[in-house]
Structures are given as structure tokens and as C-alpha cells.
């Protein structure tokens, strides 16, 4: 059975930093692909980040890009996603997701992931 888990998640101030982990079991975690994707209150998902399998290639929304940072470390079956200088307009859920097929590259349609995490809350405040 695929389980994903998300951490880290919490409230910070606007301008803060904070790092989620995403660690998944139940598949040879190295062979896929990963996303984030979050869902703010009342708005649909919005992609945020992926990273290839081989974890050389990402992707970024244009929103978080410069300001986010996605990596893997495969030796733990871990997703990251660092966060820098926060904004109020990232406030969500934040999910990962493990792609269907293996050996794919940072794709950013939900439709490639078939493994979702059950997501961690993150708030900024002003």
C-alpha cells in the first residue's frame, strides 16, 4: 500500500521560511516522479512544484518560483519542499503527490499523480 505523509506545515509571519517533508512508503520511491500541489479556502488546487526521478529536473509555478525549492532525497523516501519569504497568498493545504509511472520527468498535471498525501496546513499571517 502507498502512503504518503506531510510535516511541517504550522503558522509563520509573512517573510518567514518553512520546510515541508513528504516521506512515502510502499514503492521504490527513487523510480517517480513528485509534485506539491496546495489548495487555498475556497479555490481549486493550484500545482506548485515537482521534481523529476532522477530529481535533475524541476518544475515551479511561476508564483513560487525563486521563492520555493523542491528536492528528494532518496535514501530517506523524502519530498522537501523549502519555502522562503512567504507571502499572505500562500496560505493552504499543502499536498504532495507520487506520480503514476516511473522514470517521468517534474510534470505539473494532476492527472500524472496517483498518490496523494493526506496534506498540512500553512498559514501566513501579516
Known amino acids: 500500500q502507498v502512503q504518503l505523509v506531510e510535516s511541517g506545515g504550522g503558522l509563520v509571519q509573512a517573510g518567514d521560511s518553512l520546510r515541508l517533508s513528504c516521506e512515502v512508503s510502499?514503492?521504490?520511491?527513487?523510480?517517480?516522479?513528485l509534485a506539491w500541489v496546495r489548495q487555498a479556502p475556497g479555490k481549486d488546487r493550484e500545482f506548485v512544484a515537482a521534481?523529476?526521478?532522477?530529481?535533475?529536473?524541476?518544475n515551479y509555478a511561476d508564483s513560487v518560483k525563486g521563492r520555493f525549492t523542491i528536492s528528494r532525497e532518496n535514501a530517506k523516501n523524502s519530498v522537501y519542499l523549502q519555502m522562503n519569504s512567504l507571502k499572505l497568498e500562500d496560505t493552504a493545504v499543502y499536498y504532495c503527490?507520487?506520480?503514476?509511472?516511473?522514470?517521468?520527468?517534474?510534470?505539473?498535471?494532476?492527472?500524472?499523480?496517483?498518490?496523494w498525501g493526506q496534506g498540512t496546513q500553512v498559514t501566513v499571517s501579516s
Open positions: 510502499g514503492r521504490t520511491f527513487g523510480r517517480y516522479g
Open positions: 503527490a507520487l506520480a503514476d509511472r516511473a522514470w517521468g520527468g517534474p510534470n505539473r498535471w494532476e492527472d500524472d499523480y496517483g498518490y
Open positions: 521534481i523529476s526521478w532522477s530529481g535533475e529536473s524541476t
